[in-house]
């Protein structure tokens, strides 16, 4: 017979209470079985627990050993029960996660900020990359979740549209283009751009090398072996420019000023293994699917009140704009269809 968990509780139990008819009322089981089961316990370790006594039990000398380690041993598995249960609840955890946008603000910054407010006892580890490196860490399962900008489509792992970005043109403030309120491209023509050499530099190159070729210039981009810090100092004290995307404009450089392109956005996605069943990272996945949804009933408001339908006597239609998902105003519906396409080249 192997020493069983409920051996142990009938054993704690008839010590507290002094009786087998008392424990097995606490327990809620049958005095016979507290009895029968607590018998047999003594004949597999070979020594008498009790001393039976018309008014109930007694602990012999090696019941009182043998009850020290037996109550210590029920405190620790009640107190991993509650610890698995926990983490299995995603109550506490880790959740690792990939980045290849900034989180000083939009969607994902304001994502992480709740869920962190919500479970305060989940730690969350960031890791900065490109797509490349984040996809192979989901695959090897070094990542939980990437969030990452552009459209990917990534065999064997779950993805999903986030929202969508607008795209900026890092300038110096006395460029001349600083004057305008949204570039074209044609307003790029012949000019140089900087990135860095490190992630998300080397994804930038090959953008910006996709969208001006497209717009039938002829690139002139360099790469620079620097952070994006000291990135977008070299923008402020040069004539260069540099691209960057919505969620970036919440970090304040002094030096420079950003300047939408018209008609540009781009996809924001999450990425991750369909066989991930971490507890914390599944609550996280939902927390982000249930903040998508919640966008997209506004966005359903929104058109209603830039059709006209509840919205008499509101100057503010702005028909042109749709509401991203970190409430802040993008092109339209069908400028948006067309962006993912050319990021993605």
């Given at each position: 017979?192997?020493?069983?968990?409920?051996?142990?509780?009938?054993?704690?139990?008839?010590?507290?209470?002094g009786?087998?008819?008392?424990?097995?009322?606490?327990?809620?089981?049958?005095?016979?079985?507290?009895?029968?089961?607590?018998?047999?316990?003594?004949?597999?370790?070979?020594?008498?627990?009790?001393v039976?006594?018309?008014?109930?039990?007694?602990?012999?000398?090696?019941?009182?050993?043998?009850?020290?380690?037996?109550?210590?041993?029920?405190?620790?598995?009640?107190?991993?029960?509650?610890?698995?249960?926990?983490?299995?609840?995603?109550?506490?955890?880790?959740?690792?996660?990939?980045?290849?946008?900034?989180?000083?603000?939009?969607?994902?910054?304001?994502?992480?900020?709740?869920?962190?407010?919500?479970?305060?006892?989940?730690?969350?580890?960031?890791?900065?990359?490109?797509?490349?490196?984040?996809?192979?860490?989901?695959?090897?399962?070094?990542?939980?979740?990437?969030?990452?900008?552009?459209?990917?489509?990534?065999?064997?792992?779950?993805?999903?549209?986030?929202?969508?970005?607008?795209?900026?043109?890092?300038?110096?403030?006395?460029?001349?283009?600083?004057?305008?309120?949204?570039?074209?491209?044609r307003?790029?023509?012949?000019?140089?751009?900087?990135?860095?050499?490190?992630?998300?530099?080397?994804?930038?190159?090959?953008?910006?090398?996709?969208?001006?070729?497209?717009?039938?210039?002829?690139?002139?981009?360099?790469?620079?072996?620097?952070?994006?810090?000291?990135?977008?100092?070299?923008?402020?004290?040069?004539n260069?420019?540099?691209?960057?995307?919505?969620?970036?404009?919440?970090a304040?450089f002094s030096?420079?000023?950003?300047?939408?392109?018209?008609?540009?956005?781009?996809?924001?996605?999450?990425?991750?293994?369909?066989?991930?069943?971490?507890?914390?990272?599944?609550?996280?996945?939902?927390?982000?699917?249930?903040?998508?949804?919640?966008?997209?009933?506004?966005?359903?408001?929104?058109?209603?009140?830039?059709?006209?339908?509840?919205?008499?006597g509101?100057?503010?239609?702005?028909?042109?704009?749709?509401?991203?998902?970190?409430?802040?105003?993008?092109?339209?519906?069908?400028?948006?269809?067309?962006?993912?396409?050319?990021?993605?080249?």
């Amino acid at each position: 017979m192997s020493i069983e968990m409920r051996h142990l509780r009938y054993v704690v139990a008839a010590a507290e209470h002094g009786s087998f008819r008392r424990a097995a009322r606490a327990l809620g089981v049958q005095a016979s079985a507290v009895s029968r089961r607590i018998a047999d316990l003594e004949d597999e370790i070979g020594a008498t627990l009790f001393v039976r006594c018309a008014g109930g039990v007694a602990l012999t000398f090696a019941g009182q050993r043998f009850i020290r380690r037996a109550g210590t041993a029920l405190r620790q598995v009640s107190e991993a029960e509650v610890e698995v249960g926990t983490v299995g609840r995603g109550a506490e955890g880790i959740v690792r996660i990939g980045l290849f946008v900034s989180l000083a603000s939009g969607f994902v910054a304001d994502l992480i900020q709740a869920f962190a407010e919500a479970h305060p006892r989940v730690r969350l580890d960031f890791v900065d990359g490109g797509h490349a490196e984040h996809v192979a860490a989901i695959r090897q399962n070094r990542l939980d979740i990437a969030f990452m900008a552009g459209a990917i489509l990534v065999e064997d792992c779950e993805s999903a549209h986030l929202s969508n970005e607008r795209i900026y043109v890092v300038m110096p403030q006395h460029d001349e283009l600083a004057a305008k309120h949204e570039i074209e491209w044609r307003d790029l023509r012949d000019r140089e751009f900087i990135v860095g050499t490190v992630q998300p530099g080397p994804d930038m190159y090959r953008c910006l090398v996709a969208y001006l070729s497209r717009a039938g210039h002829a690139p002139n981009v360099r790469q620079q072996a620097v952070q994006r810090d000291t990135l977008i100092q070299l923008i402020a004290r040069g004539n260069a420019l540099t691209l960057t995307a919505e969620s970036s404009l919440g970090a304040e450089f002094s030096g420079v000023v950003y300047r939408a392109i018209a008609n540009e956005v781009i996809p924001l996605q999450a990425i991750w293994s369909v066989s991930n069943s971490n507890p914390p990272f599944r609550r996280l996945l939902s927390l982000a699917k249930r903040r998508v949804a919640h966008s997209a009933g506004r966005r359903d408001i929104f058109a209603r009140w830039a059709s006209g339908s509840g919205n008499e006597g509101n100057p503010s239609k702005m028909a042109h704009a749709d509401i991203d998902s970190s409430g802040l105003v993008s092109p339209t519906n069908d400028e948006c269809s067309k962006a993912p396409a050319r990021c993605s080249e």
